[in-house]
């Protein structure tokens, strides 16, 4: 869905949580969860941080982590 779509409607319909943490190779990164709050505001979910996703793992679209390089890994989740 996200195919060609330009920076500016990205920024505007998606935003992301994020945690300090550690991968299993000992690699410090930040973990983040992507969504579209429009959808978490139809669901009746208010998103207060990372846990919110624990209860409400479908309204996760991109999961993943950035290093402190800068270099990134997103798997995608949600179908919609």
Request: with cysteine.
């Amino acid at each position: 869905m996200y195919n060609n779509i330009d920076v500016d409607t990205i920024s505007k319909e998606l935003r992301c949580v994020e945690r300090e943490g550690v991968l299993e190779v000992g690699k410090p990164v930040t973990f983040l969860r992507i969504f579209r709050p429009k959808e978490a505001q139809q669901k009746g979910v208010v998103v207060t941080g990372w846990e919110t996703f624990n209860e409400h793992p479908a309204l996760i679209l991109f999961e993943g982590y950035l290093t402190k390089t800068n270099e990134a890994y997103l798997e995608r989740k949600g179908t919609s």
